[in-house]
């Protein structure tokens, strides 16, 4: 798989479920936007399609850029296993549902422990035994797991792209004349219980404080007694387990392939640089920045350039503005 | 074996283990390893790669090799955390490719090497201050950025990015298109690129890139140019790649993007993480175990990347150093240097003291610059007014201080948190301040390597002595000469460089001596005991012959004996005429040396003077022991 390319199905997740009445999907840049054949109407309704799409989009780019955020703030660790514990939640719960014939809620909880578990492990497997080591070694071990993951998924479930159902089917709901299809907006719903959640676990628990403390000032957080080592198995853990809800949510939307996680991941990268790495709030911005442009200007202006256009941001913003677009923003952080 | 070791002088027979006469740096034997490498490749061609299929694997590797010592030089080296080789080995075999086809090979190659080197200095002086993660998250978005552009440049990439019609290297107007051929050609761009890598590993380069990717800071307040020097090797390190890519291209006549994915990046990663990170020598085992090993595994094709994801997360945790470390602990267990003999491992404990190369003698001071109370027309540092603010605290709050006397040892005292360590970070450009420093009369600029430059030397509270490097290195790279420690010295000028590299171990062995730690020259640095750590931050201190030397609690966590040491050895170097900052909370250790004291309480001078003056002023017990404090006492 080459590093570049982010596979089509990321960019409008519309390809198994048309949004938009079959008169015209959105082709040819500027040009199209004017172009007579297009009635103004269906131009308006293909842009609320897109702009759900991108919603919906963002809605899962925030989860898998907050399960990084998470990690890094309480380890110091970026891990470059994230997106394929994205893909492997796509894979389990393509498992429970299909092979073991679990219902698809039940098969999403069994899916999202699964990969909290998967997180424990991967925490002792390849960051316990090199806490002494250099931060270059621990991110060479999780580029090694990743590898290992997608071959191990390759290997169990094979290379074909897998589709998952959506438990919704393909029930629509109309919106100014585009169909959105539920499952967008169930992401919507879960993505901000999720973050309230998360607002609620960091704010509100012993453990959450304990876990901010150590993004604040690690060694001090050390000497009033917080378990460092407990807590940096539950950060892989939840973070993890988001990677893991992440991959569930988008797999209705797309085909489940082995390079859907690493992709998607490289776009989160994106959203949470642009987001300063740690404030709930700017990650929540950049993600909808990042979806947004991704897709909107995608479909319209740069077609060919539209899965890198937030990289292009990226390089901008860490080049410029290291601390991140929306890091200024008030709110809070995890 | 041990004991033929020992007889041997823990050095290897026949001169193996490198010339006793150079330091030990230079003493590794390179140019007779690689002349050993190249020749057994060629001799051992016909048994082992007989035919074209097996020729044509071992012409991969040799291809591979070249992308992975150039990235062995930016990552292992340099420590830049980069994910763009991949990318520009596409750019080397796009661009031979489009130039070739109407120019030939050699056109194509010199341009894609002249397209890379602007590429990747535009790209490495914008990334230039972004570390670690920020700077692999970046190189990785280069190269989706850039392979995204070649697949949707038909008219340069071709179709989709899909190239048929290279032609191959022509040499003298034959066209090497048999995989024999092309092996030749191919292994004399290993052979060019080894020289070119084993010039660095012989130049100061070396030592430079260690210490600045182990401590950053301590480098920069060596004097050293981290950003410059980091960025040339990455160029390089990408150069490399290109002309892989180039070689490729030409080789296989065929191109798609396909090759540089994810698969090749993380190749890269083994063969240098495999290999040992820091051996030029390690990239070739690693290399040829990335390209022979899958083959090795036909049976087991389907398991490739799972062992290679395997091999890269037990290789960083099992085997650290990688194969290259590997070989390491085997000459230390057979043929043991002499420090590693008198660190235990069977020697009756002596050093001899000095080295063959070294003619000063062991006890030499280091030549003072300047005689004892000779007075400076400007005073030799002056602070004025600085002030130091941390959000909307002042730490250090409009400090005025000067040494003006050449041997004058100033004492700044205060409780915790009084802002003495800030003032120090200040002085050195190492935080932001309001104020002026100024040395000799002019401003200092406001970054550690120009107070070097200009004249103030730094030891830091806990020692940052440069782990990876021996003892003599250290000092070195503290060296004010820097002239030929370069790119230049390595590659084009090396008579002068080693003209001046002679006169800088002179000067580095003795000021190793003058600390008293001129025995321990081959020892690596992270050996020493903390005690012998804070010297040898010292003798990198005093070999630039600083202005002032900037001591940072000095006697923290020495026993009495080492705290005593200390002070005598502090007490010389300001006979010599050596002038000292130091901050420090020994009450007799501050009597003992300090010719004057200033007291910061809360970020402001709140006394001066005489050490016995300082300590019986009101306003200093207070600061110390509070107000009832006094009043008991």
Redesign the interface.
């Known amino acids: 798989?080459?590093?570049?390319?982010i596979p089509a199905q990321c960019r409008g997740m519309d390809h198994h479920q048309p949004t938009v009445p079959a008169s015209a999907p959105p082709a040819g840049g500027l040009a199209a936007l004017g172009a007579p054949v297009e009635s103004g109407v269906v131009a308006v309704a293909t842009f609320i399609a897109v702009l759900f799409s991108a919603i919906a989009f963002a809605g899962v780019l925030s989860l898998v850029a907050l399960g990084f955020v998470v990690l890094y703030r309480a380890t110091r660790i970026?891990n470059f296993a994230h997106g394929d514990l994205m893909t492997a939640g796509g894979y389990v719960a393509f498992f429970f549902i299909n092979e073991v014939g679990l219902p698809i809620f039940a098969a999403y909880g069994v899916t999202i422990a699964v990969l909290f578990l998967a997180g424990v492990a991967l925490e002792r497997?390849?960051y316990a035994?090199?806490r002494r080591?250099s931060?270059?070694?621990?991110?060479?071990?999780t580029?090694?797991?990743?590898?290992?993951?997608?071959?191990?998924l390759?290997?169990w479930q094979g290379t074909t792209p897998k589709n998952l159902v959506s438990p919704f089917g393909s029930a629509v709901v109309h919106v100014g004349g585009a169909n959105i299809s539920e499952q967008r907006l169930m992401i919507v719903v879960v993505v901000l219980v999720v973050i309230g959640a998360l607002v609620l676990f960091f704010q509100g628990t012993q453990f959450g404080r304990q876990m901010r403390s150590l993004a604040t000032d690690r060694e001090m957080a050390m000497l009033v007694g917080v378990r460092v080592n407990g807590m940096a198995t539950l950060a892989f853990g939840i973070s993890s387990g988001l990677a893991g809800l992440a991959g569930v949510l988008i797999s209705p939307l797309v085909a489940v392939d082995l390079n859907l996680g690493?992709n998607v991941m490289?776009l989160a990268?994106?959203a949470a640089?642009l987001g300063g790495f740690g404030s709930l709030t700017g990650i929540l911005v950049a993600s909808l920045v990042v979806g947004l442009t991704q897709q909107v200007i995608g479909n319209y202006v740069l077609q060919?350039?539209a899965?890198?256009l937030p990289?292009?941001m990226?390089?901008a913003v860490?080049?410029l503005r290291?601390q991140g677009l929306f890091a200024g923003l008030s709110g809070w952080r995890v | 074996m041990v004991d033929l070791a020992r007889r041997l002088g823990g050095r290897l027979p026949f001169g193996l283990g490198g010339d006793p006469n150079l330091p030990l740096t230079y003493q590794r034997r390179h140019y007779l390893t690689a002349a050993a490498f190249v020749v057994a490749v060629a001799l051992s061609m016909p048994v082992f790669f007989p035919d074209d299929a097996s020729l044509h694997l071992a012409n991969l590797w040799l291809i591979y090799l070249i992308a992975g010592i150039g990235f062995y030089f930016m990552f292992g080296l340099a420590?830049r955390?980069a994910?763009c080789q991949?990318?520009l080995m596409a750019v080397g075999g796009y661009t031979t490719a489009y130039f070739a086809v109407q120019r030939g090979f050699w056109v194509g190659l010199v341009v894609s090497i002249a397209v890379s080197v602007v590429l990747m200095t535009v790209f490495g002086l914008?990334?230039r201050?972004?570390e670690?993660?920020?700077f692999?998250?970046?190189t990785?978005?280069?190269?989706?950025?850039?392979?995204?552009v070649?697949?949707?440049w038909p008219s340069f990439a071709g179709a989709n990015a899909t190239r048929f019609d290279i032609p191959p290297i022509t040499i003298l107007g034959q066209r090497l298109a048999t995989e024999m051929a092309a092996f030749w050609a191919i292994l004399g761009f290993v052979v060019l690129t080894l020289l070119l890598g084993i010039f660095i590993e012989r130049s100061p380069i070396r030592r430079q890139t260690l210490a600045a990717r182990d401590r950053r800071i301590a480098a920069e307040m060596s004097g050293m140019n981290v950003q410059g020097l980091q960025l040339r090797l990455f160029v390089f390190g990408s150069v490399l790649g290109a002309v892989s890519g180039a070689i490729l291209g030409a080789w296989q006549s065929v191109l798609t993007?396909?090759v540089?994915?994810?698969?090749l990046?993380?190749g890269l990663?083994v063969m240098v993480?495999i290999g040992g990170s820091e051996s030029l020598w390690g990239v070739i085992i690693g290399s040829a175990i990335v390209v022979f090993l899958p083959n090795q595994l036909q049976a087991l094709q389907?398991?490739?990347?799972?062992i290679?994801?395997?091999?890269?997360?037990?290789?960083?945790?099992l085997m650290?150093r990688g194969v290259a470390g590997l070989g390491d602990s085997l000459r230390t267990r057979f043929f043991p240097r002499r420090w590693e003999v008198a660190a235990g491992r069977g020697g009756d404990g002596s050093l001899e003291s000095a080295p063959p190369w070294f003619k000063g003698s062991g006890v030499a001071p280091v030549e003072p610059a300047h005689g004892p109370d000779d007075e400076a027309s400007s005073p030799l540092l002056e602070v004025r007014e600085v002030s130091v603010a941390f959000g909307g605290v002042l730490a250090v709050d409009r400090v005025s201080l000067q040494l003006r006397k050449h041997g004058e040892v100033l004492g700044l005292i205060g409780p915790n948190g009084s802002g003495k360590t800030t003032l120090l970070n200040a002085i050195c450009g190492i935080v932001p301040y309001s104020g002026t420093v100024l040395v000799r009369g002019r401003v200092t600029p406001r970054s550690p390597r120009h107070v070097s430059a200009a004249g103030i030397s730094r030891a830091f509270q806990s020692p940052q002595v440069f782990p990876s490097l021996t003892c003599l290195e250290n000092v070195l790279v503290g060296s004010a000469d820097r002239e030929f420690t370069g790119l230049t010295g390595a590659w084009i000028a090396r008579p002068q460089m080693w003209r001046h590299e002679r006169a800088r171990w002179e000067k580095a062995a003795a000021a190793l001596a003058r600390v008293g730690l001129l025995r321990y020259h081959e020892t690596p640095s992270r050996l020493l005991t903390y005690g012998h750590q804070r010297l040898l931050e010292i003798a990198r201190g005093i070999v630039s012959d600083p202005e002032v030397l900037v001591l940072d609690e000095p006697s923290a966590g020495l026993n009495k004996a080492e705290t005593d040491n200390l002070a005598d050895l502090l007490e010389e170097l300001a006979v010599g005429g050596l002038t000292i900052l130091v901050v420090e909370h020994k009450i007799d250790f501050v009597d003992r040396i300090c010719n004057r004291v200033v007291a910061l309480e809360a970020g402001r001078v709140i006394a001066e003077g005489t050490p016995g003056e300082v300590w019986r002023a009101p306003q200093v017990a207070e600061a110390y022991l509070g107000r009832r404090g006094i009043a008991e006492g």
């Open positions: 798989m080459p590093v570049g390319g970026i497997l390849a035994p090199l080591a931060d270059i070694a621990v991110v060479l071990a580029l090694g797991i990743a590898i290992a993951i997608r071959a191990g390759g290997i690493f490289l990268f994106s640089v060919n350039y899965d890198v990289f292009v990226m390089l860490i080049v290291p | 420590g955390f994910f991949t990318f914008l990334l201050r972004v670690e993660f920020y692999a998250i970046a990785l978005a280069l190269t989706n950025i850039g392979i995204e070649l697949q949707n993007t396909d540089f994915g994810i698969d990046a993380v990663f993480i389907e398991y490739q990347s799972l290679y994801g395997a091999i890269l997360l037990f290789g960083v945790i650290p």
